[in-house]
C-alpha cells in the first residue's frame, strides 16, 4: 500500500480512506479493468443478435485480454493469489459489471429463443466468469487459442444456447 501511495503521489492515509486494505485495492483495479474491457468487447462484437457467434467471443475475449498485457499478466500470474482473493471477496461486485455488460444481450437472446429459457442471468454470468478463470488457470493457460475456442464452443455455447 505504501508503494501504491507513493506512485500515486498521496499520503497511505488517503488510499486508506478508499481502499481498507490490499484486496479492496485490487478488486477495485479490477473492477475498473473490468468494466473498460467488457464495456469495448461488447461494443465489438460483429453479431451481438446471435447468441452462438457471440458467447465464445464473450468468454474467449477477457481471456485474450491477459496475454501480451503485462499488468494483466501479472494480476493473473499462476503465482499469483491476489486477484483470485479479491475476486472471491468481491465477486458479487465483478458479477454485477459484467451483468451490467451482458444482461441486454442475454436478455435478448432469451426473448427470441436463443438461450434456454430457464437460465437465470446472473448465473449465467457467474459461469461465464468462471469459465475465464478456468481457462486462465495454469492447465489451460498454455493449450492454444483454438483449442480454447474448441472447448468453448463444443461445450460452453452447447449449454447455453437452446436448439429450438
Known amino acids: 500500500m505504501a508503494e501504491v501511495a507513493e506512485e500515486a503521489g498521496v499520503v497511505r492515509s488517503t488510499l486508506y480512506r478508499y481502499f481498507a486494505n490490499r484486496d479492496e485495492l485490487l478488486l477495485g483495479l479490477l473492477i475498473m479493468r473490468t468494466d473498460i474491457a467488457i464495456a469495448a468487447l461488447v461494443s465489438s462484437l460483429w453479431q451481438p443478435e446471435d447468441a452462438a457467434q457471440s458467447i465464445p467471443e464473450l468468454i474467449l475475449g477477457p481471456v485474450n ?66 469459465a475465464w478463470l478456468y481457462l486462465l488457470s495454469p492447465a489451460w493457460r498454455p493449450r492454444s487459442a483454438e483449442d480454447k475456442r474448441r472447448f468453448v464452443e463444443q461445450y460452453l455455447v452447447r449449454a447455453l444456447v437452446s436448439s429450438r
Open 65 to 130: 485480454l491477459v496475454q501480451g498485457n503485462p499488468l494483466n499478466e501479472a494480476l493473473f500470474a499462476p503465482e499469483s493469489t491476489a486477484s483470485t482473493s479479491a475476486l472471491e471477496s468481491g465477486a458479487e461486485s465483478v458479477i454485477d459489471v459484467l451483468l451490467r455488460h451482458f444482461g441486454p444481450l442475454l436478455q435478448n437472446w432469451q426473448t427470441s429463443g436463443q438461450l434456454h429459457a430457464d437460465l437465470d442471468q446472473r448465473e449465467t454470468v457467474r459461469w461465464m466468469q468462471s
